[in-house]
């Protein structure tokens, strides 16, 4: 089952910060979120792993609550390379053949 | 460290040819190997992933088809191509959970 995401997309002025969420019908092993900007391909951002925690590197952010089987990403005074869109992968076991799959992304455009 | 490459970066093909995409992955031993497509302005499809040499899973019935020879190369090819199948195709890899995306190959089918 695919994740859901929201926003679909949204417009910010540089600064201002963002929260983009996941959510998944089904109980989750772990969840990844990537960046891609136009014509490139996605680049890892971070994985939360069951167990419930936050992780976060620079001004970017993430929570995963279990229980919920959702996970939001927060970017802080957001800077114009931030634009992209961001998906969201989850993992609902662990397994030699787990694989991710990903949600549908939010377009995050960042007006100067 | 670990590197994935893909080629060729862009391809444009007519109807009705032939595929052939490749994909290897340096620094890293009996990784899990994923074609994914990328249509434009959407979200990532998972076309085939593959635990080791010789096993592969298909996601989603199509006319395009995945090998493994190696431990670290992953082909995704087709006999005939439909215009349908244009598009960004990804190869990625992972072990430990954590997956990691090629640059990509952008294909037009003319």
């Known amino acids: 089952q695919q994740p859901v995401q929201s926003p679909q997309a949204v417009i910010l002025r540089e600064g201002e910060d963002a929260v983009i969420n996941c959510s998944s019908s089904k109980a989750l092993y772990s969840v990844h979120w990537y960046r891609q900007k136009h014509g490139e391909a996605p680049v890892f951002l971070m994985i939360l792993l069951k167990g419930g925690e936050q992780k976060g590197h620079d001004k970017i952010s993430a929570s995963f609550n279990e229980k919920k089987q959702q996970s939001s990403l927060y970017l802080t005074a957001s800077q114009l390379s931030y634009s992209g869109t961001y998906f969201c992968g989850t993992v609902t076991r662990l397994g030699r053949d787990d694989k991710i799959i990903f949600g549908k992304g939010t377009r995050l455009h960042i007006l100067p | 460290s670990q590197t994935i490459h893909q080629w060729p970066a862009t391809l444009v093909q007519p109807v009705g040819s032939p595929l052939s995409l490749e994909c290897t992955v340096e620094?890293?031993?009996?990784?899990?190997l994923y074609w994914y497509r990328q249509a434009a302005g959407r979200g990532l499809q998972l076309l085939f992933y593959s635990v080791g040499i010789g096993q592969i899973s298909s996601e989603v019935p199509q006319n395009l088809s995945a090998s493994r020879p190696q431990d670290r190369q992953f082909i995704l090819s087709s006999k005939k191509l439909l215009l349908s199948d244009s598009g960004f195709y990804l190869c990625?890899?992972?072990?430990?959970?954590?997956?990691?995306f090629g640059p990509g190959t952008r294909l037009t089918v003319t």
């Open positions: 990625a890899w992972s072990v430990l959970a954590e997956q990691y």
């Open positions: 620094g890293t031993s009996n990784p899990n």
